[in-house]
């Protein structure tokens, strides 16, 4: 979070199945009763039946109305899904499904829950995922690969460890900008299973809405896989004049790049195709199947650096209208770039269209508050925190005092 029916997998569907005492310096204005009052809950607080129970607990407490709550992180299932391996932290709770347990004590208080799914984003660099029927396992061929590694890795046998070790080792070398390992946006096998991961989603849980996270690419040396050169080549050679094409006949095996440093722009263009595509596709099959979901997705505050390097193109989707809202990421203490940021989501789509994503970790009880009235002042139809995880274990603005109890005194009176 700072800064998906199954061929492709081949398994079987048995195995998916299984918060100083001075007032604030700016308190939040009375807010609108329809106002979305949000927390991103990391995965951790749900692996736990007493913990996900204390949260949902608090959260109302609290005065918050909508919990998005993280259900697939890392290519795995904080529920029963039939696509997807359990995480480690599930391991001998077989009767326990974490986001139906979470959706009943949720709605029993009154609040709204929303799915929150990591996209393309399947491992962590460090940990390598135990279960061999992980994604990465089973299909390490459809996995974004950076530039550096291109030449390498383009004949390379994915069934090869060392593809995949070279992967994680390229993740863990740049972590700074990676989060991990991720999948290839343009696979269409990709696509695919993401879709249905959001489908099972949908079809089988009470939800109240689904969120997007890390729907993009993780840098812009991403992704420099076969798969995706190929399928750029067959989308690119078509729109070419004869003679151009003829320039690079019989060169593309020599150099599997030629065309994507040939054609940089349309490179990039093909990229933002394919975030594009998805969210496009999801949005769509979800309304489908059950209108009243809300399909959000966070996103990078910097909306430019979301186009240009992440090819996260989210102004396209409010304007589109394949998205019903955003939650910039504008995760600072400072809450002049905070204001620039909301303000950029608000006049591209409307506030009703606009969560604002507030980095809590970032701020003091002080900020936060600061920044919630912020967001109203500027139109947005809610905030949404992160992340109760941090605010849980942390104090407010006196000794004793919860950070999320301090938020509601100052902001949610």
Not at 79 to 104: K, Q
Not at 137 to 156: F, I, K, M, N, S
Request: proline fraction near 7%; hydrophobic fraction near 40%.
């Amino acid at each position: 979070m700072r800064t998906r029916r199954g061929a492709i997998l081949g398994v079987g569907a048995g195995l998916w199945v299984l918060a100083a005492c001075a007032p604030p310096r700016a308190a939040a204005p009375v807010p609108r009763t329809a106002e979305v009052r949000a927390l991103w809950v990391v995965r951790s607080t749900l692996a736990d039946p007493d913990s996900a129970r204390a949260m949902v607990r608090r959260a109302a407490e609290a005065g918050f109305n909508t919990l998005i709550v993280q259900v697939r992180g890392r290519g795995d299932a904080y529920y029963r899904s039939r696509w997807e391996p359990p995480p480690p932290a599930l391991t001998g709770r077989h009767h326990y499904d974490p986001l139906e347990r979470t959706i009943r004590e949720a709605h029993r208080r009154g609040l709204r829950v929303h799915a929150w799914i990591n996209t393309e984003l399947v491992a962590n660099a460090d940990t390598l995922p135990q279960d061999s029927a992980h994604f990465v396992y089973r299909r390490p061929d459809l996995l974004a690969v950076p530039r550096p590694l291109a030449h390498e890795l383009y004949g390379a046998d994915p069934r090869d460890p060392h593809y995949l070790q070279a992967l994680a080792e390229y993740a863990r070398a740049n972590r700074d900008h990676v989060e991990g390992l991720y999948t290839s946006p343009a696979a269409p096998e990709v696509k695919e299973h993401i879709y249905s991961v959001w489908i099972d989603l949908v079809e089988r849980y009470e939800l109240d809405g689904l969120h997007f996270d890390y729907v993009r690419y993780p840098a812009p040396d991403y992704d420099y896989s076969r798969v995706a050169l190929e399928r750029f080549r067959d989308w690119l050679v078509p729109t070419l004049p004869d003679s151009v094409r003829a320039r690079f006949e019989g060169v593309e095996p020599a150099d599997p790049l030629v065309y994507s440093d040939s054609f940089p722009n349309a490179w990039d263009r093909f990229r933002r195709l394919q975030i594009t595509e998805l969210v496009e596709r999801i949005y769509y099959g979800v309304k489908q199947r059950n209108p009243r979901l809300v399909v959000s997705a966070a996103v990078f505050g910097d909306a430019e650096n979301a186009y240009a390097s992440r090819f996260q193109d989210w102004r396209d989707w409010l304007r589109r209208g394949i998205l019903d809202v955003a939650c910039p990421m504008a995760y600072t203490d400072s809450t002049e770039l905070f204001r620039e940021r909301i303000r950029t989501a608000v006049e591209t789509a409307g506030g009703a269209r606009v969560w604002a994503g507030i980095g809590a970790y970032k701020n003091t009880v002080e900020g936060t508050v600061e920044q919630i009235g912020v967001a109203r002042g500027l139109g947005a139809a809610g905030v949404v925190l992160f992340s109760y995880d941090f605010m849980a274990r942390h104090e407010g603005m006196r000794p004793g005092e919860s950070y999320l109890l301090a938020v509601r005194d100052r902001a949610f009176p």
